[in-house]
């Protein structure tokens, strides 16, 4: 945002340090907690940055696993203010567009990562979106219907099932409790 004051002065107001959007902590959340929309695709220089924001309110964030096909190169630790961020990765169990944020409490969120070179308007609305605890659909469809010029509402996970087998409130929370015990026990893979 640029702020002109007369013709020889140009201010530059500073952007916010992170730009990220939860799901209220006080509603039942779908299938992703909110969004993060960093500014590279530098997990060095993106997730200090990221936990500041988390650390507060959240609880100490501990490790990240993300999927390597948005994200260049993940190193095995990251150093952010006081501590450091293990990185694990997974390519067929975790949506690319998509970081798991653990901390020491133990909590998990899952959160939308939208790409950096997104404008700031469908930015704002894949945010919203991905915030929005009616959202169950995968990270990847709300990208795609973003992209294909659709608005980029709330998905339901009966979006992508046939009627005859869309999930109940009990399923879908029997569901969410077999992906928390999944990654709690899932090894960390190294990279390459």
Not at 50 to 67: E, F
Not at 124 to 133: F, K, T, Y
Request: net charge neutral; proline share 10%; hydrophobic share 40%.
């Amino acid at each position: 945002m640029t702020t002109t004051l007369d013709r020889a002065t140009t201010l530059t107001a500073p952007e916010p340090a992170t730009r990220l959007s939860l799901t209220p902590s006080d509603v039942r959340r779908g299938r992703l907690d909110g969004a993060w929309w960093p500014r590279s695709r530098d997990l060095l220089l993106e997730v200090p940055s990221l936990a500041a924001a988390l650390d507060g309110p959240w609880g100490r964030v501990t490790r990240i696993t993300v999927n390597p096909a948005q994200w260049p190169v993940i190193p095995r630790r990251i150093p952010v203010t006081g501590h450091i961020v293990h990185a694990g990765w997974f390519t067929t169990e975790q949506d690319e567009h998509t970081i798991a944020v653990f901390s020491y409490a133990p909590r998990r969120l899952t959160l939308l990562v939208v790409p950096p070179e997104t404008d700031a308007t469908d930015a704002a609305r894949l945010m919203a979106a991905a915030a929005d605890p009616a959202n169950t659909g995968p990270a990847s469809a709300l990208l795609a219907a973003q992209t294909s010029g659709g608005a980029a509402g709330p998905t339901s996970r009966s979006d992508f099932l046939p009627s005859a087998v869309a999930p109940s409130d009990e399923a879908g929370e029997a569901g969410r409790r077999a992906d928390v015990a999944r990654d709690r026990a899932a090894s960390w893979p190294v990279p390459a």
